[in-house]
């Protein structure tokens, strides 16, 4: 496993539409390895190809339940609606609220093709949408409705 460079914001690559995964071979699985890995060094809950440019549609998830690697997601279904902080590995140093499903029912496959379908809620949801959103060349600071803005006091805790 290798970490990976991260795309920042301003690099156009973030805004390209992902290609569908369609040859499930070593050189996927070393990529899904490395996203994870990526992920971990980096303190995220997601992380999407494209973030380490690679235009495929290949996403990887941990909210604290565990490691979920979906290719070729799709969100099939939406329920709810949740207002909630996000950050992105790719926007460092900024967070924003953006509204979300509170549950969503993600359909895709596993590394070896196997379909998979999730059902997501809360966290794993948003997580899910944002990573999904990736994908298509969207990302949170493009919905947010209200930047949050460090305070002079949280400045302070964190120096
Ligand atoms: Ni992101």
């Given at each position: 496993?290798?970490?990976?460079?991260?795309?920042?914001?301003?690099d156009d690559i973030l805004r390209k539409k992902s290609r569908k995964v369609e040859t499930f071979d070593e050189r996927l699985h070393v990529l899904l390895d490395d996203m994870a890995e990526t992920m971990y060094k980096n303190n995220g809950c997601g992380l999407a190809a494209p973030q380490v440019s690679v235009l495929r549609r290949a996403i990887v998830m941990d909210v604290g339940e565990g490691l979920i690697e979906v290719v070729n997601?799709?969100?099939?279904?939406?329920?709810?609606?949740?207002?909630?902080?996000?950050?992105?590995?790719?926007?460092?140093?900024?967070q924003g609220y953006v509204l979300r499903p509170q549950k969503v029912v993600v359909r895709?496959?596993?590394?070896?093709?196997?379909?998979?379908?999730?059902?997501?809620?809360?966290?794993?949801?948003?997580?899910?949408?944002?990573?999904?959103?990736?994908?298509?060349?969207?990302?949170?600071?493009?919905?947010?409705?209200?930047?949050?803005?460090?305070?002079?006091?949280?400045?302070?805790?964190?120096s």
């Open positions: 496993m290798a970490l990976r460079k991260i795309a920042y914001i301003e997601p799709e969100i099939v279904s939406r329920e709810g609606e949740v207002d909630g902080v996000e950050g992105c590995l790719s926007v460092p140093g900024r895709g496959q596993d590394r070896n093709g196997k379909p998979i379908e999730l059902t997501c809620e809360d966290w794993l949801a948003r997580c899910a949408c944002h990573e999904i959103d990736h994908l298509d060349g969207r990302l949170y600071v493009d919905i947010m409705h209200e930047e949050v803005f460090q305070t002079d006091e949280a400045e302070e805790e964190k």
